[in-house]
């Protein structure tokens, strides 16, 4: 086969620090966030924050809270004088929900829920077993299974990118698992097996089927996002379940991670039959090492879980376009989680800045910038901690109303898709599509492809295309798979050109699986997971040639201003592949044939062995018969 | 008519039919044929017989590695016997010279006790050694007793105290009076009645085997308090997980801080480093937030303060146990502390018991689960205090409470002393050495019990179900199980207490771990109705050729012996 003669060519070593990242929070990021910024300085790039989250305030706001985080402070020396190291512990729970209307008329909403677990778990040795604000199921798991990072989403429906943008956390459709293991572990594949079971156990979700055929180890898509720069990718497993489906047996449990479960703050929006009714859906649940202050002389564990979720309120709501927290949620808000140190909403207004395009009550004068994606962002800010914001009824109930029709959405900058071409039930063709819709700027980006054993590539015939010349990749990591024991994995650093399609197209054979390794609906066909594209594209601020904004001068002659680039994962969708399917009956039906066939051939054998053969004495003519007959009467001598 | 055989059915009917010309030529050609034929089938029948179904029965048949059935059916009878060694020592003016002359003695006591009828346990206790010299720090090995026995007339112990048990293995005896013309022998058998009371405080009494053999043995004579007490305990285990909680049901009004890191350090490390030849411990702890207990308490006027009544505590595990969690990273057994801080609203909150008082430690505990207690903190803060209230828990009265409920669950029973008797409070550990050795005897032999009955049990539905998978490792399970037993027997016997206990524990894991192998389950389901459903094709034409040749050629073999007897007679 050409795909196992081709092996594994390893261009050249991928320097990732071509693909360093930057913190994309402003500058008027607030205190609680500067651990964050200043991981971004520590040590070698890290893809921080690439999940964009946008806590920054205006200075004001940062100023009122400090002070107030102070004299807690002061309250609590005060009563508890001499006393506990565990009130000493600064374990931290922050909440946000970010509200972006989109330009397809569906509303984007965003949960993230951070708990800071204040723990040296780096010490040898240390068993950490006292929880407060972290979950302690995950804690075990943590420290049992010596994970260092572990990312887990659960997604129902397909993000698309070219209606919606980019999302705030990507993710695959289906189940994705990817975890760090501390260099410390001797058999991380047996690690590896006994997590997903637990984890199994925990989210209610069948990532028990996780095994060696379907988890690769990507040499450089997936980088550590927390403390630490670990580069040998022995440690890292990456596993995706296509075929996985969310629903509230798998929420139910991310709820119960949460300090204050579904009883108080933003998680009592929390209602599956609201959330599953939505075109889009994904949690995920993300915990990583880092930093606590500064210097980063303390660390922690950072769990964050998120919450996505697209509502299609604009045909349900029977074309009006209006929505509001109760239409969405069926609730309201009435207090934050008395545990969290901040508990923020936020809306994205950032079209709508003279209020011309649609109406936002209640209106708050908190307005917050943020870099998101590459791009500046304006947003209403409604601090749940501070009783006046929910006003005189004591409830929030955020409503927006359109009053024109939405502008156009700017393009997002990458985008990919991928499909399955061919015909018959013998090869096949994937073909991988990567859009840079960037006018001028070229920029490299890393696919990740892996595909299960049953496609036997041949990857030979593996092409890169785009605008019609061949595209050598720079880099290529290809593993080719083992029949039953492991996926292909194809990475590849392609750059692409600007304002163009690139296109990537490699051939397969179907093979033929054994009549038990088929799934119970066969003719379903079988998935292939999404491949991932992950790179830094150029900000949007950077690309922002229109000088019609005031600016003062000095600061637009230079192009780019702030982060250059940022950092994004794309994510196709999966693929459904028919495999040629069996007549699932046959086994017995040959059974029986083969019975039939050696029955008969037995029958004839032995009617031959045992039948005896005599001299039989020729039977009279009917004639003679006939003649004899006659002459019986007659009284004549018979003949013979 | 027709003279022609034309079935060889008719073979033996032509000599009456035929010339007797054609008699001779049948004979000559067809007797020879037929005889090939009939040997043909017979051969035939032969081969399938001697070659096929063998080969078939090989090649299908599923793999059970040989078990030692024979020792485990005497298993099944499991004939125990406990040993104790006991020290006897005589302090200076207890015995005569005369009676110190003649040592040493050797003496034993047998005692049966009969637990049930088809169990029969035999007790030896106390095989009594005497032993005159004294040395009074010896270090006594792990379950053996020591007695000292002091003149009447001393006042090392008060008037009427008669016996003091110490915190190792010790006690101290109060010599009843003897007359000088005893021999030593005689001193001691007036000695044995005591010497056995003590034992039973300290090593093991007929209750504490009772408890322990309870999973195996159906109770009928056992009191209601030895019931419980061994209900209470948690069953053995190669380990255990500890779980404390503390349950704030409203972070909006109190923001609780406890130190349970130093409290475990301090209360519960202890104990726990002094069990720790029964089982592996861990402890961990977690604070749960709106986590409400099932049932609403009643508000009492009388007392001013919310009451919850004995009966529905039943009531209040079921909705939290929702949010503990379980274990993910082990499957031992969990034991649950839950400390409950009511809300600001239901404050305070009192336990109360049957007879309607009030529960000073406001704690109860449920068997084999754990223990909930209720810590109010409402008088913590006045009613202007601004919200949420710091609020430090006072570790020592919570794990007072927390450490004798863990010892109930351990299996650490309270001893009734017969009167006469002054136990010495546990030190600083919380256990007493004698104690321990109480928990490991019944341990040892719950142990013993349980894995019999797991590898007793297994080995019957092996032999029940034909269609089970023995593989070699299983196979291997057992036989370790049941050498380890067999040992764990015989060190109980011999006394070594610490040796059994550890063989038991061997022993337990063997089994459980043969008794939940996977591979036990693969062809359990496998029925016969499917497998014949492949077979008949093929047997169904390839036996019934053979069947009905065999049928004919015992009937032609019977018709030509009537023949025979018709042509003698």
Redesign the interface.
């Known amino acids: 086969m050409a795909a196992h003669r081709c092996g594994l060519s390893l261009v050249f070593i991928l320097i990732f620090s071509s693909l360093a990242c930057h913190s994309s929070c402003d500058s008027l990021e607030n205190a609680n966030e500067d651990t964050e910024e200043k991981q971004s300085v520590s040590d070698t790039p890290r893809e921080v924050n690439s999940d964009g989250s946008i806590a920054a305030e205006d200075l004001n706001e940062r100023r009122g809270r400090s002070t107030d985080a102070e004299l807690d402070r002061r309250d609590g020396t005060r009563t508890s004088e001499a006393l506990t190291p565990a009130a000493a512990a600064r374990d931290e729970f922050q909440e946000e929900l970010v509200i972006r209307p989109l330009h397809s008329g569906d509303i984007y909403a965003s949960f993230q829920f951070r708990t800071l677990w204040d723990t040296d778990f780096l010490q040898e040795g240390q068993k950490v077993s006292h929880y407060r604000l972290f979950p302690k199921s995950l804690g075990q798991v943590l420290s049992k299974f010596s994970v260092r990072e572990l990312h887990i989403s659960f997604t129902q429906g397909f993000w698309r990118t070219m209606q919606w943008g980019q999302p705030f956390i990507p993710s695959p459709p289906g189940a994705e698992l990817w975890v760090w293991f501390h260099d410390t572990v001797s058999d991380v594949d047996g690690n590896w097996k006994e997590l997903t079971n637990v984890l199994s156990g925990i989210f209610c979700a069948s990532l028990n089927f996780i095994d060696l055929t379907n988890t690769v180890q990507p040499s450089a898509s997936f980088k550590p996002l927390g403390l630490g720069n670990a580069t040998d990718h022995r440690f890292l497993r990456y596993a995706t379940l296509p075929r996985e489906i969310v629903c509230t047996e798998n929420l139910t449990p991310w709820k119960k991670l949460l300090p204050c479960g579904s009883k108080a703050g933003l998680a009592v929006l929390l209602k599956s039959e609201k959330l599953f009714h939505s075109s889009f859906h994904s949690q995920a649940v993300h915990i990583r090492p880092v930093c606590q202050d500064e210097q980063c002389t303390s660390k922690a564990w950072e769990l964050r879980q998120t919450l996505n979720v697209v509502f299609d309120l604009y045909t349900a709501g029977q074309g009006k376009k209006e929505w509001s927290l109760f239409k969405m949620f069926s609730r309201t808000l009435t207090e934050a989680c008395p545990l969290a140190t901040s508990s923020k909403v936020y809306v994205d207004i950032t079209d709508n800045p003279e209020g011309e395009l649609f109406e936002l009550s209640p209106a708050t004068p908190l307005l917050s910038q943020a870099v998101v994606l590459g791009d500046r962002r304006t947003y209403s800010v409604f601090d749940l901690t501070r009783a006046e914001t929910f006003g005189q009824l004591r409830s929030l109930n955020l409503l927006l109303r359109w009053k024109g029709d939405g502008g156009e959405m700017l393009r997002p900058l990458l985008h990919a898709e991928r499909y399955v071409a061919g015909f018959g039930l013998q090869t096949g063709e994937i073909h991988t599509v990567i859009y840079n819709n960037h006018p001028y700027r070229a920029f490299p980006v890393l696919l990740m492809d892996s595909v299960p054993w049953y496609l036997q590539l041949y990857i030979h015939t593996l092409t890169v295309t785009s605008k019609s010349r061949d595209n050598k990749p720079s880099y290529i990591h290809y593993q080719p798979a083992k029949d039953r024991h492991r996926p292909h994995l194809l990475e590849m650093l392609i750059q692409l050109p600007p304002h163009s399609m690139t296109e990537v197209t490699v051939q397969f054979e179907r093979a033929l699986l054994k009549w038990t390794e088929y799934t119970p609906d066969p003719n379903h066909g079988f998935y292939v997971g999404s491949s991932v594209v992950s790179a830094l594209v150029p900000s949007m601020v950077a690309m922002n040639t229109n000088f019609t904004q005031d600016q003062p001068l000095f600061s637009s002659f230079v192009p780019v201003k702030e982060e250059s680039s940022y950092f994004v994962r794309v994510y196709t969708e999966p693929l459904l592949v028919n495999l040629p399917t069996p007549d699932f009956s046959m086994p017995y039906n040959v059974i029986c044939l083969t019975c039939t066939v050696v029955a008969v051939g037995y029958g004839s054998f032995y009617n031959l062995l045992t039948r005896t053969f005599q001299v039989d004495e020729p039977s009279l003519p009917l004639a003679k018969r006939l003649a004899n007959l006659i002459r019986r009467i007659r009284g004549v001598p018979l003949l013979t | 008519m027709d003279?022609?055989?034309?079935t060889?059915n008719s073979l033996t009917i032509y000599p009456f039919v035929v010339p007797n010309l054609l008699i001779s030529y049948c004979c000559i050609?067809?007797m020879p044929?037929?005889q090939?034929?009939?040997y043909?089938?017979l051969a035939?029948a032969a081969v399938v017989i001697v070659v096929g179904i063998p080969l078939w029965w090989k090649t299908t048949e599923t793999y059970r590695a040989w078990l030692p059935f024979s020792e485990i059916s005497e298993l099944d009878s499991l004939q125990l016997q406990l040993s104790v060694d006991i020290e006897v020592v005589f302090s200076r003016g207890t015995l005569t010279p005369e009676q110190q002359k003649k040592f040493p003695l050797s003496h034993v006591n047998e005692k049966e006790h009969q637990v049930d009828v088809s169990i029969p346990e035999l007790l030896t206790s106390p095989s009594t050694e005497a032993d005159l010299s004294l040395h009074m720090l010896s270090e006594s090995s792990c379950g053996s007793v020591v007695v000292y026995v002091i003149p009447e007339s001393s006042t090392l112990l008060p008037e009427d105290v008669k016996v003091y048990v110490g915190q190792r293995r010790t006690a101290l005896l109060r010599s009843p009076p003897f007359k000088t013309s005893w021999n030593l022998k005689e001193v001691l058998s007036n000695l044995d009645v005591e010497v056995e009371q003590v034992v039973s405080t300290m090593s093991f009494g007929h209750q504490d085997i009772v408890a322990a053999l309870s999973n195996r043995v159906r109770m009928t004579k056992v009191t209601k308090e030895s019931m419980a007490d061994s209900m209470r305990a948690i069953k053995s285990s190669p380990g255990y997980e500890i779980?404390f909680s503390l349950l704030n049901p409203d972070?909006?009004s109190h923001s609780l801080?406890?130190?349970?890191?130093?409290a475990v350090q301090s209360y519960i490390q202890p104990l726990l480093n002094k069990l720790a030849p029964i089982a592996n411990f861990?402890?961990?702890?977690?604070?749960l937030?709106?986590a409400v207990l099932g049932v609403n308490p009643r508000f009492d006027n009388s007392v001013s303060a919310y009451t919850l009544s004995a009966d529905s505590l039943s009531h209040v595990i079921n909705p939290v146990e929702a949010?503990l969690?379980?274990?993910?990273?082990s499957s031992n057994p969990v034991l649950n502390f839950l400390l409950y801080v009511p809300d600001a609203h239901h404050s305070p909150l009192f336990i109360r018991d049957h007879s309607k008082r009030k529960v000073p430690s406001n704690a109860f505990h449920s068997p084999r689960w754990g223990g909930i207690m209720v810590y109010n903190v409402n008088e913590m803060y006045g009613p202007e205090a601004e919200r949420?209230v710091?609020i430090?828990i006072n570790m020592a009265k919570v794990m007072g409470v927390f450490l004798a409920q863990l010892r109930l669950m351990l299996g650490v029973q309270h001893t009734h002393p017969p009167t006469g008797f002054v136990l010495q409070s546990p030190g600083s550990a919380g256990l007493a050495d004698w104690e321990l050795d109480r928990l490991l005897w019944s341990r040892s032999v719950e142990n013993i019990a349980t894995a019999s009955t797991t590898i007793t049990s297994l080995a019957q539905l092996l032999d029940q179900i034909g269609n089970i998978v023995i593989n070699d490792n299983i196979a291997q399970q057992v036989s370790s199980a049941v050498t380890s037993l067999q040992s764990a027997v015989a060190e109980l016997e011999a006394g070594n207490l610490a040796f059994a206990l550890q063989y038991s524990r061997e022993a337990i894991l063997a089994s459980e771990r043969a008794f939940f192998d996977p591979s036990l389950l693969h062809l359990l389901y496998f029925p016969d109705d499917q497998k014949f459903a492949?077979y008949i094709?093929?047997f169904?034409?390839?036996c019934v050729?053979?069947v009905l040749?065999l049928l004919k050629i015992v009937s032609e073999a019977k018709k030509r012996r009537a023949d025979k007897q018709a042509k003698s007679d």
Do not use: F
Not at chain 2, 257 to 262: L, P
Not at chain 2, 282 to 287: F, G, K, L, P, R
Not at chain 2, 325 to 329: E, I, L, V
């Open positions: 003279n022609s055989p034309k060889e050609l067809v044929e037929k090939r034929g009939r043909a089938a035939i779980t972070p909006k801080h406890w130190d349970i890191e130093g861990s402890v961990d702890s977690q604070i937030y709106y949010r969690g379980s274990n993910a990273a949420p710091d430090n492949i094709p093929l169904l034409p390839m050729p053979i040749s």
